[in-house]
């Protein structure tokens, strides 16, 4: 073998091993379940805590079993170490936007879950798709909160314009059913079954331990 085929040997080798080197690196870093990595989004991971991004409408039933079958069960597996956030997007043609504003009013008052739970209740299972003044009165009476306090954050716009950020943010993603499920603000979850759900959820604490 003469310099020349040495050389070529030594560079084919050295990239032979850099390539092997990046795949073992990815394929550590890569976690359990099925899921993709939403290029652009940063990472909104917090150490010890998963946070899952539920784009959802309130009229949509396939929302609603996910909530009752899927959410519920996680959220009560994992306790604090998953935090569930609804973004509103609405689908559902025809329906108008308070349902939305109601629970971007009551998130922004510390009862966004308990008011998600009251809502998809209503809509669904009481099947009340007009949520007039009175009807929030006793929504907001169960739930816990202030109704002139409510209203007046409601009538002050900011409900909707958080609103409004959300379906943003969802085109930014590519969100294009309901409910659609993005992990940590970059890992968008496609098979929303509940045991995959549960996997790619476990892989993030796991790694968190050893990081």
């Known amino acids: 073998m003469n310099v020349m085929q040495q050389r070529r040997a ?3 080798f050295g990239i032979v091993f850099l390539y092997l080197s990046v795949v073992i690196v990815q394929a550590a870093d890569r976690l359990p379940g099925e899921y993709e990595v939403i290029k652009g989004e940063s ?5 010890g805590k998963v946070l899952l991004l539920e784009f959802a409408d ?3 039933p396939h929302c609603h079993l996910f909530e009752r079958v ?3 069960k ?4 994992f306790g604090e170490r998953l935090e569930v956030r609804l973004i509103g997007f609405p689908v559902i043609r025809g329906k108008l936007p308070t349902a939305f504003e109601m629970y971007e009013q009551a998130r922004a008052m510390g009862k966004g879950s ?3 739970s009251v809502l998809f209740r209503t809509i669904h299972k009481e099947q009340i798709h007009v949520l007039d003044r009175g009807l929030r009165s006793l929504l907001l009476r169960e739930v816990g909160l202030d109704a002139k306090t409510f209203e007046a954050g409601l009538a002050s716009g900011e409900p909707y314009k958080a609103l409004e950020q959300g379906i943003a943010w969802g085109l930014r993603v590519q969100v294009k059913h309901t409910p659609t499920i993005v992990l940590d603000g970059n890992l968008r979850v496609s098979n929303l079954d509940i045991d995959n759900l549960r996997t790619v ?3 993030i604490l796991e790694k968190d331990k050893k990081s």
């Open 70 to 72: 899927v959410t519920s």
């Open 201 to 203: 959820i476990n892989g």
């Open 43 to 47: 990472s909104l991971h917090t150490p």
């Open 74 to 77: 996680l959220t009560e597996e």
């Open 114 to 116: 308990e008011m998600k």
């Open 10 to 12: 030594v560079l084919l």
């Open 58 to 60: 309130f009229y949509c």
